[in-house]
């Protein structure tokens, strides 16, 4: 990796943290030393970037801080590229006109030599059957965990019969073929990951939900383990 692009990869990285990142996580994310990471960090404070923080402690960038206009390399583009296909298969229709706008803005700024990336990338996503039974679901899911809004639905078991649910979402995984929601269930008053292809009829409602300790999705991803928690952290 260039010297350049590791310090914008610094930034990135202590940008989309909430909480000040160590040295020792960010040489862990580059596969650099420490060492390397303090240097870098360093030469960007005398640079000018806003950021706060000291060894052993953590670093973070000030709120508001904005980089200049993006490049992209071509692994960069094509990573892109795919990420917009699988979002367009198996996302709402919202979130794949939301790819394909990103998209649009990425040819607008990207080398004219690379360019032709966007259109001859050869890393398809084939759809799959029911893979947009999902696709109502995922809209008032995504909705409710924006809003914090409790969300109902009528859930199906996986040997028939159907409860209706009432939850706290807290979160949204695609599992390549298949979106779950984890949510705090009023019914079980306990956890539950449902199949989004087997929520029908989702309401979001008005009621709103703060985050309690217990049934946080920090506390649901506890019990899996550090790998899991891991996911929060980015």
């Given at each position: 990796m260039r010297r350049?692009?590791?310090?914008?990869?610094?930034?990135?990285?202590?940008?989309?943290?909430?909480?000040?990142?160590?040295?020792?996580?960010?040489?862990?994310?580059?596969?650099?030393?420490?060492?390397?990471?303090?240097?870098?960090?360093?030469?960007?404070?005398?640079a000018g970037t806003p950021i706060d923080g000291e060894a052993g402690v953590g670093y973070r960038v000030r709120p508001g801080y904005d980089l200049p206009p993006l490049m992209f390399d071509r692994d960069e583009i094509q990573?892109?590229?795919?990420?917009a296909r699988i979002v367009r298969q198996f996302g709402d229709p919202a979130l794949a006109r939301a790819s394909d706008a990103i998209l649009s803005k990425v040819a607008a700024v990207i080398p004219k030599d690379l360019a032709p990336l966007l259109a001859e990338t050869r890393l398809f996503?084939?759809?799959?059957?029911?893979?947009?039974?999902?696709?109502?679901?995922?809209?008032?899911?995504?909705?409710?965990?924006?809003?914090?809004?409790?969300?109902?639905?009528?859930?199906?078991?996986?040997h028939g019969g159907g409860t209706e649910r009432t939850v706290r979402p807290l979160g949204v995984f695609f599992w390549g073929r298949t979106w779950t929601l984890a949510a705090w269930c009023e019914l079980r008053n306990d956890f539950r990951n449902f199949r989004l292809d087997r929520a029908s009829g989702s309401t979001l409602l008005d009621e709103t939900f703060d985050d309690e300790p217990g049934k946080t999705l920090r506390d649901l991803l506890t019990q899996y383990g550090p790998a899991a928690v891991r996911l929060l952290d980015g």
């Open positions: 350049a692009d590791r310090l914008f990869q610094i930034i990135q990285l202590l940008r989309r943290r909430r909480t000040a990142t160590t040295a020792t996580h960010i040489a862990e994310r580059l596969g650099v030393s420490a060492r390397t990471v303090y240097r870098d960090i360093r030469d960007l404070v005398l990573a892109l590229v795919l990420g996503v084939p759809s799959s059957i029911g893979s947009g039974r999902a696709s109502d679901a995922l809209s008032a899911a995504r909705e409710a965990l924006i809003a914090h809004r409790k969300l109902r639905f009528k859930y199906e078991g996986a």
